[in-house]
């Protein structure tokens, strides 16, 4: 089959088009034939050496296909079911061996392509947003990255929570993007906290979501409100300096938090529980997932750069 691996970490060059053997599934496990792949920002880490991994690997977490072989044990699933997984390393390829705990069934109505756009990153933006922070009518929340992919998602269901949504973004046109993806208003990056401040009367965000990391934490900080949320969900300009703690005290009692999915999805049955609300959130328009761009596997390293480059507004999918 054909697969994109590491052999040591590296720049987008790193990823090496490859014939690999087919995978056979192990007990619990299955195969699904990928029909669509997600392209993540933890792809990058793991591919540059930001994650330490063994390698030799076959980078990607995330895809959308049919199910083509069963292993021992396997009962939750059925050879010709669509379905699609995430956090599952593999996935630039044309077939990966997926525990059969990590699927989730794709119902008729989202497309498999729908799926691979969404998952990962709607799992996310629902966890943020329902339980990490969960966002109430009449708050304000702040979105950084806000025509990324995330970012977009978590636009849509703040809104759909009844939140005043204030989106941060690079330019003029991400900026409408995010606009159109539900934002009630839109900010540059410049001194984002005075003008969020200038919108609630001087009191701050409930909750800001920073996916940059290093180079928006200050302003963040500096954004919220008294007892309010700041939710670290990525580190796209590098990871978060070491800091005093007593930045939080002095700056309002604030929180800090830096989520992941494991503990907000640690089993089956909570996992098929969110993506089902998160696919129903699709059926239904409120998710509306936007893809940048559809790219053949072998260009994984041309995706890469866009999304290094934060070029993108939505998300990048590869097709084997």
């Known amino acids: 089959m054909r697969a994109l691996h590491v052999t040591e ?32 920002f933890i792809d990058v880490y793991y591919r540059n050496g930001t994650y330490p991994a063994p390698y ?34 593999g996935a630039y390829a044309e077939y990966t061996a997926v525990p059969a705990a990590k699927l989730v069934p794709v119902p008729e109505q989202v497309s498999l392509h ?28 702040v979105v950084l990255a806000a025509a990324g992919g995330l970012g977009q998602l978590l636009v849509n269901m703040a809104a759909h929570r009844g939140a005043t949504v204030v989106a941060v973004a690079s330019s003029e046109q991400k900026r409408k993007t995010a606009l159109a993806a539900g934002a009630h208003h839109a900010l540059p990056y410049e001194e984002f906290d005075q003008a969020v401040r200038a919108l ?18 200050g302003t963040s900080v500096k954004a919220l409100r008294r007892r309010g949320t700041l939710a670290v969900c990525g580190l796209s300009s590098g990871p978060v300096p070491p800091f005093d703690v007593e930045l939080l005290r002095t700056s309002g009692s604030l929180y800090l938090t830096r989520p992941t999915l494991a503990d907000h999805v ?22 509306r997932p936007t893809v940048h761009a559809q790219l053949p596997l072998d260009d994984a390293a041309r995706a890469h750069q866009l999304l290094e480059g934060r070029a993108t507004t939505g998300k990048i999918l590869l097709t084997p």
């Not at 987008?12 to 599934?25: R, V, W």
């Not at 691979?116 to 966002?135: C, D, F, I, M, N």
């Not at 609630?200 to 934490?217: E, N, P, R």
């Open 9 to 40: 970490p590296g720049g987008p060059t790193a990823l090496i088009s490859a014939e690999l053997p087919e995978p056979t599934p192990q007990p619990g496990q299955v195969v699904v034939r990928n029909a669509a792949i997600g392209l993540n």
């Open 56 to 89: 030799p690997l076959v980078p990607g977490q995330e895809a959308a296909g049919v199910v083509t072989a069963l292993g021992d044990g396997v009962e939750s699933v059925a050879l010709g079911d669509r379905v699609a997984y995430a956090t599952q390393l």
């Open 114 to 141: 729908d799926a691979a756009a969404v998952l990962l990153q709607g799992l996310a933006a629902h966890y943020l947003s329902h339980t990490t922070h969960p966002v109430a009518p009449g708050e304000t929340v």
């Open 200 to 217: 609630t009367d001087g009191q701050g965000a409930h909750v800001v979501y920073d996916s940059v990391g290093a180079a928006t934490f």
């Open 266 to 287: 640690p089993d089956a049955p909570s996992l098929r529980a969110a993506a089902a609300e998160l696919f129903a959130y699709v059926a239904q328009g409120v998710v």
